[in-house]
């Protein structure tokens, strides 16, 4: 599905034709098993915050508080000005749920293409692919929560718990969190990856890497 998403497309129908069912299933489907929701339970009570490249809105569906969320990459759910000509994301979800109803031949009717409301230009996905990201108010403000949850939290006991981040976009998350973990020796890291669970020696005896399927480890520490 996101190779798909990078398809030269001949025409603007049959771009969100596609585009339409990729944001259908991914944002407004549950999800097909409950990771999400057994992670909310064991962070439930405690003073948590998500920082997440994910895109599909997962977390808040599963009942996390948003107010503890920062979607640094963008939100399938949003659109904004393919230029851009302004700052500002517009919900998407009304449209692309028509669109997937109303498609044939994989093509969106016409009128259904997505248009910026201020300059008339085609509106493209709020999501970090070039420089024409838009950064929003609601995005800007996520930051400074979470910059405050660092700030509150600096020196004191701290799990950096990171969830099947690879090395695709390193700096956000995962280098971020190695950094944070160094400076506070109060502060432990553990990484679970099926595959590239790893961590520094400069942190190793404060790390657990579990190189296993993140939903088992999860459900293993509900029981316990």
Known sequence: MYSGGF???????????????????????????????TLRKLVEGKDYFVLT??????????????????YTQGDYGLWQCSEPCHQGTYD??????????????????????PRCPRCGKP???????????????GWYAAARRYEDFLRRHSGEAVLYLELGVGMNTPGIIKYPFWQQ???????????????????P??????????????????EKAIIS
């Open 92 to 113: 998407n979800e009304a449209v692309v749920r028509r669109m997937a109803e109303e498609q044939r031949d994989m093509r969106v009717p016409t009128e259904l293409i």
């Open 201 to 218: 020696q400069e942190i190793e005896k404060r790390s657990l890497c579990l190189n296993t399927d993140i939903g088992q480890v999860l």
């Open 7 to 37: 398809y030269p497309y001949e025409t603007l129908e049959e771009q969100w034709a596609y585009w339409s069912r990729y944001i259908l299933i991914n944002r407004y489907e549950d999800p097909p098993k409950p990771v999400y929701d």
């Open 53 to 70: 490249t994910n895109v599909d809105h997962c977390f808040q569906k599963a009942g996390f508080d948003k107010e503890r969320l920062f």
């Open 181 to 199: 973990v160094y400076k506070n020796p109060k502060a432990s890291y553990i990484c679970i990856n099926q595959g590239q669970a790893y961590t």
């Open 123 to 137: 509106m493209s996905m709020n999501l970090r692919a070039d420089n024409t990201f838009v950064q929003d108010d």
